[in-house]
């Protein structure tokens, strides 16, 4: 599994900006809908999304990464989760699961739905050249549309990401298929801010 460095790749001009804080505004909001009293997130990153959490809300929140010297609560590999089923209401791993090879993402995934009682919550980079509209009239709502261009490639490992929705091969009807194994697909959605991040909340089988 790829790590990213905690020195060179979390550093705000690498790695913030305005798309990814509205990705982190929509990973939030996602996990509240689930209405959690405890939640395990795979990959610290720039620990946004947990440090929020933790600080406004009562939610019992655990971190798990690989990498050490982001300092998890639990240092794990997500293909081998060290705990029991059903340990927390909602499990996420945004932005995680396309640093391993695709051979390996139904193994995770089923880690994932295995530790969690009621929710999974995964966000994948989507690529594809992206058309975005906004009409803003005053007094009327605002109007938004945006698409991406059918264009894809075939995907070269380029040093973290090993697969990515939208290139040859990995389209989101195949993860799709794949996450409804597990469970129901109650949403899924590309944010209009951040056209790269693809979200699925994966209600779980016999909850």
């Not at 929509?26 to 997130?41: F, G, M, R, S």
């Not at 975005?132 to 549309?145: A, D």
């Not at 590309?190 to 693809?198: D, M, S, W």
Request: with cysteine; net charge neutral; charged share 25%.
């Amino acid at each position: 599994m790829q790590q990213v460095s905690k020195e060179e790749g979390y550093r705000f001009e690498k790695y913030g900006g305005t798309s990814r804080f509205a990705s982190y505004a929509y990973q939030i909001a996602e996990i509240l809908k689930t209405a959690p009293n405890d939640v395990l997130e795979i990959g610290v990153g720039d620990a946004v999304v947990g440090s929020y959490i933790k600080r406004q809300s009562t939610i019992r929140y655990t971190w798990a990464d690989i990498a050490e010297d982001l300092r998890p609560d639990v240092v794990a590999d997500v293909r081998a989760l060290p705990f029991g089923d059903n340990s927390f209401d909602t499990v996420c791993a945004f932005e995680v699961l396309e640093h391993i090879p695709f051979a390996d993402f139904e193994k995770a995934l089923s880690e994932l739905a295995r530790v969690a009682k009621k929710y999974v919550l995964i966000s994948l980079p989507h690529f594809g050249p992206p058309v975005k509209i906004l009409l803003k009239i005053p007094f009327l709502p605002e109007i938004k549309l945006a698409f991406k261009f059918p264009f894809h490639p075939e995907h070269h490992f380029n040093g973290q990401h090993y697969w990515e929705i939208g290139k040859r091969g990995y389209s989101p009807a195949r993860i799709r298929k794949i996450l409804s194994k597990y469970g129901a697909v109650t949403n899924e959605f590309v944010p209009f801010e951040n056209q790269y991040h693809h979200f699925f909340v994966l209600q779980i089988r016999g909850h």
